[in-house]
């Protein structure tokens, strides 16, 4: 404690929000809607759930469980765009939103109606940067493994594969075993392999695939939503460079370096993930010191989700705040500063008005900052 408040005591202390709004998504509509649940509720909270209405059978399990084991602390309420703009402009203490890109901005520009604070867990093109350094049988079946698992429709999923020509080449075969390893000559066959959520969204994903050059997949079927693993080797322009891919489409980009991928990375949004399969370790300094992500990981992607003692989110337009174990609690409380001062003996005596010689020097001296003095007016 300052000389000025003794005797005192002060702490801090974790405090529950209040209200919070959990938002889910559809692409993992049970985890990423129930993760921040749990924060949420350890840190003393209720909450209100939207879950997707594009899972409605993940919707209405929860609507239907939901209340019988957490009645009085947990609401669900299902529905589209009308039930969620209700919820948004309703008073809560806190808003977590999970999803895309263009629902968080509505997701903010509501909040700020109330002055609700947000937390953001959005997407983003996460890309993977491969040099010659690392061993490409193991670095294709990871890459392989985090971006066709869901079939690609998972947000820290590698976006685009960035590396030099003499990479790319063996790489892409090395990719081509990878998934005939996890998922069979036929993954339309799998039972490991996903389907595309809807048809709107298999309709995008088809479009983006024709718009560029397939060297490996590309098999569809529109009627089960199957879209098979996929790389391309697209051209400058084309529309999957454009935006976040969110399915199994994998595109290999050239790269003279490890400068223009760095160079390429910073030129678009900040990535919710990095990924960098290099054992060389001042290609490992490099992408740490010179770009910014939510996350950035050595030779492996997404497995930074399993680790409960890392935050989890994005910066800039990958979000913004995190969660996850302790981050979760944090996320989800009000750290309130206490102070406790007896009323005897009351030392404030000495900083009260009026002011004479005497209590000018004591302000000065205990309160002002260094290398200043009290002076009146």
């Known amino acids: ?96 939103f999970t999803g895309g890109e263009t629902a968080a901005k509505v997701v ?25 350094s690392t061993d490409l049988a193991g670095a294709a079946k990871r890459i392989a493994w985090g971006k066709f698992i869901n079939a690609g429709q998972t947000c820290v999923a590698p976006d685009y594969v960035l590396a030099t020509k ?24 799998s039972d490991s392999y996903g389907r595309i959520v809807n048809d709107q969204h298999f309709a995008r994903l088809a479009a983006l695939a024709d ?51 760095i160079r390429r990375i910073n030129d678009g949004a900040k990535p919710l993930a990095l990924y960098v399969f290099s054992g060389d370790e001042g290609t490992r300094r490099a992408f740490a010191d010179q770009t910014s992500s939510g996350a950035l990981c050595f030779d492996v992607p997404a497995a930074h989700l399993m680790v409960p003692g890392l935050p989890f989110g994005g910066v800039g337009a ?17 750290e309130r500063a206490t102070l406790a001062k007896p009323l005897r003996p009351d030392t404030l005596e000495l900083i009260y008005p009026p002011y004479n010689k005497t209590k000018r020097w004591v302000v000065s001296t205990l309160v002002a900052p260094v290398g200043k003095r009290f002076r009146k007016n």
């Open 1 to 96: 404690m300052p000389l000025a408040v003794r005797p005192a005591k002060a702490w801090t202390e974790l405090t529950p929000l209040g209200v919070v709004l959990v938002i889910g998504p559809w692409n993992y509509p049970l985890q990423l809607l129930l993760a921040p649940l749990a924060g949420a509720l350890a840190a003393g909270n209720t909450a209100v759930l939207k879950p997707s209405e594009h899972a409605p059978a993940t919707s209405a399990a929860l609507a239907r469980w939901i209340p019988e084991y957490l009645a009085g602390a947990v609401q669900v309420v299902e529905g589209g765009i009308p039930e969620t703009t209700a919820l948004l402009a309703a008073q809560v203490d806190h808003i977590f």
């Open 108 to 132: 903010l520009r509501a909040a700020a109606e109330n002055l609700t604070p947000v937390t953001l867990e959005l997407g983003g093109k996460s890309p993977a940067y491969v040099d010659a």
């Open 166 to 189: 003499d990479v790319l080449v063996p790489l892409e075969r090395e990719l081509v075993k990878a998934i005939g390893e996890l998922f069979g000559p036929d993954a339309s066959r």
């Open 211 to 261: 718009g560029s050059t397939v060297v490996h997949g590309g098999q569809r079927n529109a009627a089960t939503r199957y879209f098979a693993p996929t790389l391309l080797r697209p051209a400058p322009g084309d529309a999957l460079m454009g935006e976040e891919i969110f399915g199994p489409l994998l595109p290999l980009v050239p790269v003279a370096g490890r400068e223009e991928a």
């Open 318 to 334: 990958s979000g913004m705040g995190a969660y996850h174990g302790e981050y979760s609690l944090r996320t989800f409380s009000h």
